[in-house]
């Protein structure tokens, strides 16, 4: 019994003290975000079936064996977990009329994904993405925006060691030519291909190139290359992105055997690559996909956008220390101790005026001795804790007592506690050494 009372295999609690890193992080990310103008926008974790069948291409590894699908025990329904956010961020464009109503959108997402993975370090069945979709855009100018949004993103999280891929797939004629050749070439190679490999031959070859079959890399090291069969849009385009990139000072490879694991893109595809994480190397992909839009039903529109995996950036940002320098552990301001049944309910008062000027507050639960009591508000960080006993309560009052560099207990008017505990934190009070008037060893 107790061992089904376990996560599901792959999905991963994320406990406090790693969340309060994911919060500092998502933070960071939404600023940066709106610098960039983009808005937020929030999609359904469940979407029907057929949309990512139609979006991400049946022929993928996503779709064919990635996906959690279910029929829904009620109507039978075909519903899929989503394993991205692309193609609900479209339909949800669609379905709401957002560019034909308000023209030309920059949108984000962030949430959880599901694919069906074997797990491993980086790659996991419940992972998170932070997505950027810019709808309605045909230029290279907002290609080149979304790459200098990582470029950017990494230098604020103080990440080195990140470096940019680009391709392009062209067109989808221009993709159909080069499929010919493709074939050709690795039907004359098919003894060397695996079983995926051999099934997508016909159905959908441009994959193969994706493989990460270590024995198929001198395969589609030498295949015909894309680039090859780029019309003089589809290259002004590649050259104008490139000049923008070269401009902005951000480096670049291009690798011929970027393809992207959807179909829905086409022209630029782009992944930011580190080494420092293994196999599970790509932090952020993403590029055009100008078709999409159409056909999930809607007016033709073009489009671009990138999905970032936030477990692979936290852990490169945890990595290079980063994220510790930020992640302290948020202390409170005060620490509310006290014991008795008169001293409970004046200690609920104290603490909820102290929240209402604006001060973080712990309030001690739990009973105990004063003794403990105080140890807990020393292990909490606060610079000062405020002491209630019922003797207190009974004249009204309540104690204060520097818990950082010593300092006097006072003890105050409940009236007069706000201003006396302001006082004491921005005067810097609670840091004073020595004992002024009425200092007193903390006994109440
Ligand atoms: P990969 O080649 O690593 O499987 P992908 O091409 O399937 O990646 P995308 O669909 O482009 O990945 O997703 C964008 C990003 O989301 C990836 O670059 C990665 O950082 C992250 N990501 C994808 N799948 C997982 C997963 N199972 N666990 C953790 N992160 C993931
Ligand atoms: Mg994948």
Redesign the pocket.
């Known amino acids: 019994m107790s061992q089904n009372l376990q996560a599901v295999r792959g999905m991963n609690d994320i406990l406090p003290d790693e969340a309060e890193t994911w919060e500092n992080f998502e933070d960071i990310v939404r600023d940066w975000l709106k610098g960039y103008g983009y808005r937020p926008i929030r999609m359904p974790i469940v979407e029907p079936t057929p949309l990512f069948c139609r979006a991400i291409g049946e022929v993928t590894d996503i779709v064919e064996k990635e996906m959690y699908s279910f029929a829904d025990a009620l109507n039978g329904e075909l519903l899929t977990l989503r394993p ?1 956010g692309t193609a609900g961020c479209v339909r949800a464009a669609i379905e709401h009329n957002l560019v034909a109503a308000g023209g030309p959108q920059r949108l984000y997402y962030q949430g959880p994904m599901f ?1 069906h ?1 074997r797990p491993q370090k ?3 069945r419940q ?1 998170h ?1 932070i997505g950027a979709e810019a709808l309605g855009f045909a230029g290279p100018d907002i290609d080149a925006e979304l790459i200098l949004m990582g470029a950017r993103l990494w230098g604020q999280l103080g990440l080195t060691d990140i470096r940019l891929e680009l391709n392009s797939l062209g067109s989808a004629a221009e993709r159909a030519a080069h499929r010919e050749a493709l074939v050709a070439y690795l039907e004359a190679h098919e003894d060397k291909l695996d079983e995926d490999g051999k099934r997508r031959l016909h159905a959908n070859p441009l994959r193969i190139l994706d493989t990460k079959t270590p024995a198929l890399q001198e395969l589609v090291e030498a295949a015909p290359k894309l680039a090859d069969y780029l019309g003089d849009e589809s290259r002004a385009h590649f050259e104008a992105l490139r000049a923008l990139l070269d401009e902005a000072g951000v480096a670049y490879r291009i690798n011929h055997r970027l393809v ?3 179909d829905y893109y086409n022209r630029t595809v782009f992944e930011w690559v580190t080494d420092r994480l293994g196999a ?1 190397g ?4 993403g590029g055009r996909y100008d078709g999409l839009v159409e056909q999930l039903g809607g007016k033709p529109t073009p489009a671009a956008g990138f ?3 936030v ?2 950036l936290l852990a490169l940002w945890r990595e290079g220390g980063e994220a510790e320098v930020i992640a302290e552990r948020p202390a409170p301001d005060i620490y509310v101790v006290n014991q008795g049944e008169g001293a409970q309910k004046l200690a609920f008062r104290a603490a909820e005026a102290l929240r209402d000027i604006g001060l973080d507050v712990t309030l001690h639960c739990g009973g105990g001795s004063f003794k403990s009591q105080m140890k807990k508000a020393d292990a909490s960080g606060a610079p000062l804790a405020v002491l209630v006993g019922d003797d207190e309560a009974a004249a009204g009052e309540v104690s204060i007592k520097p818990l950082r560099g010593g300092g006097a207990q006072r003890r105050v008017s409940f009236a007069t506690l706000s201003e006396t505990v302001a006082d004491m934190l921005y005067s810097g009070a609670h840091e004073d050494e020595g004992d002024e008037e009425g200092a007193s060893d903390g006994s109440l």
């Open positions: 991205e694919r993975e980086g790659r996991y992972f993405q992207r694991g959807l599970q790509t932090v952020c992909a999905a970032m995996g477990e692979r």
